[in-house]
């Protein structure tokens, strides 16, 4: 009977967590980008930070959620730590509202919930699904609590479970470890509070060992995010970390005066449940009131507890930066910005590996060429890693738009990839090899291969716009430069044939045999560094058709390589659509 009473109590647990995960995604998918503007702008001081932080947890059911949507507002550089420290602290206060309605008998009202909530999910759409979502939620939370109780009456007043909560009440610090453990493992400070309330309801603990298990709770809800969370996001790893000291230091300091705190909760307020619940809330209202004015000052201590590390040998361009798998569950929204910002990074090592082939087409050392290698492997590291991750979004809790721009991400990546293996696979070591020959391209040859160059660099430029700020429909901004390259390459394979024919009709000694085969190697190789090229521009086109639809507007060519990218009409013999070439 003990181990199906363990089973029940899991399967409460399990419930109680699905439901809080029903309302936060239903709050998201309802209004998630609004939540986003809202934090943006009620942010001007740390007092309306404090109150937005306590609003939107009181809304979400969950501080993780929050702490996850001002981590994505700090990392863009929308918020300062300060006042996302100060949104932490209104968190924590909010979360401790659902135990203050919890700790009256609403029990009752959960059907009610459950049965307006499926109504609306049924019938509804868009916003009034969502809201269905959130009133299931709300039902499936207050069931799970009434369960949890009723699982826990019976066995209040064992002996054995007496004898060890009985040996805590002369030990306030291993209580304060043991509601820590719990919290973490069950990952929900409300499971354990009302864990707590049902004790001290029964007097199975005193006053005393409740509060500190309190305690215990409000430091194992903070463990959580340091540990699960990212290690290569600075500002993540501060405001977890910053909102976990907050709570041991508070909690290390009521330590020795609880037999005194406990006297004074108990004259106050007879009811057990409620003194639970009263100082649950108070103890994080007396942290926050201590705390704003001195965020400035404890955020410069975290940026010095955890400082920016300086770049290292060993951290290679391919690490990815901003792949925080908690936001996959917790804010997919967040989670797809994060995957589009490691996406223009693959641009950028595209656009350092040309620079580097066009170095080498100048010089005579390979090695110049060669640095495009570690970059090519660079890419390919960050490309696994941005699939990886978007292949762990969750379609139930990313909503379509959102899983639209996941796939649009992942053939934006794919193609880039594309374009990678063709520069390191094809490009670098035709350089190479043309450097160890010593084996220069005339000034006439070599001008459409730097043309070409050139704006392959301008159109990755605008593949990364596209990819940043567009939606789908619009037209694609790269529309004919597929005429554009095919036309250079044209050209130059038509001047190698008219210069052969007029070379080959006017050769009349072995000498200059020797220098048209000389320059027939040197066209053999612009020839095939020009189609190559070609075929890089079409992957980059490619990536930047994903999120749109090809127009026959807006089309970007490039002039002569000597002068800057702009955007003009194309060349009278330049279709608007262009046939679809390899």
């Given amino acids: 009977m003990e181990l199906l009473t363990l089973v029940d109590l899991a399967g409460s647990v399990a419930l109680l967590l699905w439901g ?28 309306q930070a404090f109150l937005t932080g306590l609003g939107i947890t009181a809304v979400l059911q969950s501080s993780t959620a929050t702490g996850l949507m001002i981590t994505g507002l700090a990392a863009r550089g929308q918020l300062e730590l300060a006042p996302a420290l100060a ?30 909530g499926v109504m609306l999910f049924r019938r509804g759409q868009g916003t009034w699904r969502d809201s269905g979502r959130v009133f299931i939620g709300l039902g499936l939370i207050l ?16 002996p054995e479970l007496t004898a060890v909560l009985g040996a805590m009440s002369s030990h306030d610090l291993a209580a304060v470890l043991l509601g820590a453990v719990i919290t973490w493992i069950s990952h929900s400070s409300v499971a354990t509070v009302m864990l707590i309330t049902t004790f001290a309801t029964s007097g199975t603990i005193p006053v005393e060992t409740a509060l500190a298990l309190v305690l215990g709770a409000n430091i194992g809800t903070s463990i959580n995010p340091v540990v699960e969370g990212s290690r290569t996001d600075l500002t993540a790893r501060r405001i977890s970390m910053g909102n976990l000291l907050v709570r041991v230091v508070g ?55 955890i400082p920016t590390p300086p770049q290292t040998a060993q951290q290679t361009p391919g690490t990815p930066l901003y792949l925080d798998r908690l936001l996959l569950d917790k804010a997919p929204q967040l989670a797809v910005g994060s995957a589009t910002r490691e996406a223009m990074r693959l641009c950028d090592l595209l656009a350092s590996m040309l620079h580097a082939m066009r170095d080498g087409l100048t010089s005579s050392d390979p090695a110049r060429a060669g640095a495009a290698r570690p970059l090519g492997n660079a890419m390919e590291d960050l490309g696994n890693a941005i699939r990886s991750y978007l292949a762990g979004l969750d379609p139930e809790t990313a909503n379509q738009r959102e899983m639209d721009r996941a796939e649009d991400i992942l053939a934006f990546t794919t193609q880039l ?63 004919g430069q597929k005429d554009f390259f095919r036309t250079l390459e044209i050209e130059a394979t038509t001047a190698y044939f008219e210069r052969l024919r007029k070379q080959t009709s006017d050769a009349s000694s072995p000498t200059e045999s020797h220098d048209i085969s000389l320059q027939d190697e040197e066209v053999t190789y612009q020839l095939t560094l020009l189609r190559d ?15 749109m639809t090809p127009g026959e507007d807006e089309l970007f060519v490039q002039g002569p390589a000597e002068q800057p990218a702009t955007q003009t009409a194309l060349p009278d013999h330049a279709s608007p659509n262009p046939p679809q070439d390899g």
């Fill in 533 to 547: 090229l070609r075929r890089v521009n079409t992957h980059i086109v490619a990536a930047s058709t994903y999120p």
């Fill in 417 to 479: 990839l594309h374009a990678e293996d063709i520069v390191e696979r094809s490009l670098v070591p035709m350089v190479q090899k043309m450097a160890r020959q010593r084996l220069h391209l005339s000034q006439d040859l070599l001008a459409p291969v730097l043309t070409m160059a050139t704006q392959l660099t301008t159109n990755l430029n605008v593949c990364a716009t596209v990819l940043l700020g567009t939606e789908r429909g619009m037209p694609n901004p790269l529309n």
């Fill in 87 to 116: 949104v932490m602290l209104g968190a924590n206060v909010g979360t401790t509202l659902i135990v203050q309605l919890l700790s009256f008998d609403v029990a009752a009202i959960a059907p009610v919930f459950v049965l307006t």
């Fill in 251 to 305: 909690a290390g300091l009521l330590l020795p005066g609880l037999p005194w705190l406990s006297a004074i909760v108990a004259r106050i307020e007879p009811d057990a449940a409620r003194q639970v619940a009263d100082f649950h809330t108070l103890f994080n209202i007396l942290l926050a009131l201590l705390m704003i004015p001195l965020l400035n000052s404890y955020a410069r201590l975290m940026m010095r507890l």
């Fill in 143 to 158: 069931i799970s609590l009434r369960q949890f109780l009723v699982l826990l009456g019976p066995y209040t007043h064992r």
């Fill in 20 to 47: 809080v995960h029903m309302v936060q995604t239903g709050v998201q998918r309802a209004c998630g980008a609004r939540l986003n503007s809202l934090l943006s702008r009620m942010l001007g001081n740390r007092f």
